[in-house]
């Protein structure tokens, strides 16, 4: 193609520098033109040769079968790092944001919710409002700081126009020996659900026995350190330790650190369908002051305080299959967990002038588990039971006499449970439709059925999910 | 607490203080079959390969199983195929190994994708294309030609991450290469009369494989890549098709072959089933033999 260009150009230029010259010296117009006519003539000759030479080659060609130049012909073009592509913006942190939105049909109010025979664990707790109720919106910032830290910012932003700071952390990365620390606010490690996102849940809303325990998921404020073990065997190990500022635990008042968490996970592959994890996690909080609404024998509101050490203990177990490990058309996903509360300490009844106070000790535990199956591609169904038990609880003030224990109606031994099932549809990895529907009995005596619609919708930066 | 709080620092400082069993070849994590098995071809014995993945895998969908974070951690080199293929798992298996070597920017980090220039690269990219890659496309080992790029640029990585065998690892690529170059030769000579033979895809990883042989690809059954196709996007296409009918629509060992299978009775043209990785295919044992499957399967279908 080139030499035809340059002709062209030559042309032209010919033709315009005569142009130009032609109204100054119109004498000499006629030898002009004549020389024009030989250039015009001389180029055209050219010019059908090379056109000529250049259908001999494409017939070459084309009788010649050539494969195809490799892709590679030239330098690789510099590797953009994360879609940033260079200037001022390209050491952005990645951005995504999740919208989330539902419908909720409740039988019973849910201003009357609570889970009988446990402290009210904060205003999480429960279904959420009935009607149309705009979610919560996750936006997460995350990227690189230097070789050596990683830094994640994930703020929730709740329909009564509340945003608040679910994790920000920072997470080395360039420890040696398998070491990572992890600090600012985060999800504890405890457990298996408490650190996934409420975008990444298999149901609308949380165990219950997360939320009788923790009201909903466990985040603090302090430091994680994590050691991997150097086998070919899943084994880590952490620690963790912080404000403790969450129920079960309260913000101390004193400088220091409230209580601590231990954790271990097992995990691997069985064949190459499947794959498990299992795990057993200790927490310890103190409460000072962790003051709850209650109603006493004659139905009069009353606030109660517990004061002294919480301990828990969880066990988690999650199997996931697919055949052959691709989760395209068929997958299957088995979770369940064991939690197991005790506290020691003064419960103290809010009265005039003195409160009333006396020993407290109490061990209540729950479980849930669940299945989901994703039977076609993008389609999956999950059920999901929760069962708890507010088990022994000893009231100090109880036992002495001093007050009847229907004073202390959120203690009345109760064993409250749930059946949810679900169905979901994903028609892109960056879209979750949910039907969610539950028969829930964490009341006493009322059995709620609730009926939720889900939207779940993801953009920006590509998410990935841990196992 | 304080007790066991102790108590657990002890043993964590004990486990830590214990002698590691001593390295008897370099340890890589990589995360598909094609990759593992030119790390294989360039590393012989000095090197102890885990692939990720399987051939039945479909690798923008994996989980971050404990098992490759295990991996991860002990890895003295990944081998990635990059260009966001992995994007779903393999920043979190990074993340979670606490393992600096292998973090991106290091010397244990290696992606293939990139040392080629990749087809497809979107000028504008919205996730209303489908699972559009703002890198281009990333299955880019279909074309065999570009295993040799990446062979080159692997030998000298893992002489870089490994010195002590570098003369090693330069001789075996050497080898490789010529053995390599041959193969090519051979393969583009069989294939020769796939050149303009229209076919059938289902997702766009096939890219490279048509621009290497000159198959013509069209139609894909994915609307757009990553997208179900509609009942009524696969009603145009059997007319489409049945206008101008490929000469037969391409299956991976990974996907479903439903879709594939209703499609081609429709429009009566065999569906051709391709390893599209090592293992992919009981033939299709080593790198060598995913290509000489590949092509023998494709020439076989247009015999």
């Known amino acids: 193609m080139f030499p035809f260009r340059r002709l062209h150009a030559l042309r032209a230029g010919t033709v315009i520098l005569l142009l130009a010259v032609a109204p100054a010296r119109a004498s000499e117009l006629g030898d002009l033109r004549a020389q024009l006519d030989a250039l015009k003539s001389d180029y055209q000759s050219k010019l059908d040769a090379l056109e000529t030479r250049v259908a001999q080659l494409e017939a070459q060609v084309a009788a010649q079968p050539q494969p195809q130049p490799p892709v590679v012909e030239q330098p690789p073009p510099p590797a953009p790092s994360g879609g940033g592509a260079g200037g001022a913006n390209a050491f952005n942190p990645s951005i995504s944001v999740i919208l989330g939105g539902r419908y909720a049909q409740l039988d019973a109010d849910p201003a009357t919710y609570r889970i009988a025979g446990f402290m009210p664990a904060g205003d999480e707790v429960g279904p959420g409002r009935r009607g149309f109720d705009l979610g919560e919106s996750e936006l997460t910032l995350s990227a690189n700081v230097d070789p050596w830290f990683y830094a994640n910012l994930t703020a929730s932003i709740t329909g009564d126009n509340t945003i608040s700071v679910e994790e ?73 330790t912080g404000d403790g500022g969450q129920y079960p635990g309260t913000r101390l008042a004193g400088n220091g650190v409230n209580g601590g968490a231990l954790l271990a996970h097992v995990g691997n592959d069985i064949g190459d369908s499947a794959s498990w994890r299992a795990g057993i996690s200790w927490l310890s909080r103190r409460a000072e002051d962790r003051s709850f609404d209650d109603v006493d024998a004659n139905g009069a509101p009353v606030v109660d305080a517990f004061t002294g050490r919480s301990r828990t203990w969880i066990a988690d177990a999650i199997l996931k299959w697919a055949p052959h490990g691709n989760g395209n058309l068929r997958s299957f996903k088995l979770q369940g967990e064991y939690l197991q509360r005790t506290e020691d300490g003064q419960l103290a009844l809010a009265t005039t002038p003195q409160p009333l106070t006396g020993d407290y000790h109490a061990r209540q535990s729950g479980w849930y588990v669940q299945g989901v199956y994703q039977f076609l591609p993008r389609w999956r169904f999950g059920a999901r039971y929760d069962s708890l038990d507010s088990g022994n609880v000893a009231i100090g003030l109880v036992q002495q006499g001093l007050l009847p224990l229907t004073d202390f109606g959120a203690l009345a031994p109760a064993s409250p449970s749930r059946v949810s099932a679900m169905f979901d549809w994903n028609p892109s990895e960056f879209t979750r439709l949910r039907l969610q529907y539950a028969w829930d009995e964490a009341r006493a005596s009322v059995r709620d059925q609730q009926l939720m619609l889900q939207y779940l919708y993801a953009i920006g930066a590509h998410g990935a999910h841990k196992f | 607490m304080n007790r066991t709080i102790y108590a657990a620092t002890a043993i964590i400082l004990s486990l830590l203080a214990l002698p590691l069993p001593a390295q008897a070849a370099l340890r890589v994590l990589a995360t598909t079959p094609e990759w593992a098995a030119l ?68 010397p244990g980090y290696f992606e293939a994708d990139a040392n080629l220039r990749l087809l497809e690269v979107p000028s504008a990219v919205d996730r209303s294309m489908g699972d559009v890659h703002p890198q281009g496309n990333p299955h880019a080992h279909l074309d065999a030609r570009n295993v040799a790029i990446v062979a080159t640029a692997l030998a000298t990585r893992l002489a870089v991450v490994d010195p002590a065998n570098a003369a090693y690892y330069q001789a075996r690529g050497t080898d490789f290469q010529s053995r390599w170059k041959l193969a090519v030769t051979r393969w583009e000579a069989q294939a020769a009369p796939l050149r303009g033979v229209p076919i059938v895809v289902i997702h766009r990883d096939q890219a490279y494989l048509c621009h290497w042989l000159g198959l013509v690809e069209v139609a894909a059954i994915e609307p757009k890549p990553g997208v179900p196709p509609s009942s009524s996007y696969l009603a145009e296409l059997v007319t489409k098709l049945n206008a101008a009918p490929p000469k037969m629509i391409l299956r991976n060992a990974y996907n479903d072959s439903k879709a594939v299978d209703w499609l081609a009775e429709r429009i009566h043209v065999p569906v051709v089933l391709l390893p599209y990785s090592v293992g992919g295919t009981p033939a299709a044992s080593d790198l060598f033999k995913l290509f000489d499957d590949t092509i023998n399967r494709l020439t076989g279908a247009t015999k």
């Open chain 1, 168 to 240: 920000a952390f920072v997470k080395t990365l360039a420890l040696p020996s398998g070491l990572s620390l992890k600090a600012g606010r985060f999800f504890s490690g405890i457990g298996y659900v408490n650190e996934v996102h409420s975008h990444a849940w298999d149901f609308v809303d949380q165990p219950l026995v997360y939320q009788a325990m923790f009201g909903g998921q466990l985040a603090q404020d302090g430091a994680q350190l994590k050691w991997l073990a150097p086998t070919d065997l899943f084994i880590e190990l952490a620690a963790e």
């Open chain 2, 39 to 106: 790390t294989r071809e360039l590393g012989g014995d000095k090197v102890d390969v885990y692939a990720a993945t399987s051939a039945f895998q479909d690798v923008h969908r994996v989980d971050a199983k404990p098992s490759l974070v295990a991996r991860a951690r002990n890895a003295d080199l990944v081998v990635a195929a990059g260009a966001e293929l992995e994007i779903g798992w393999l920043p979190i298996l990074l993340r979670e190994s606490g393992n600096a070597r292998i973090q991106p920017g290091n």
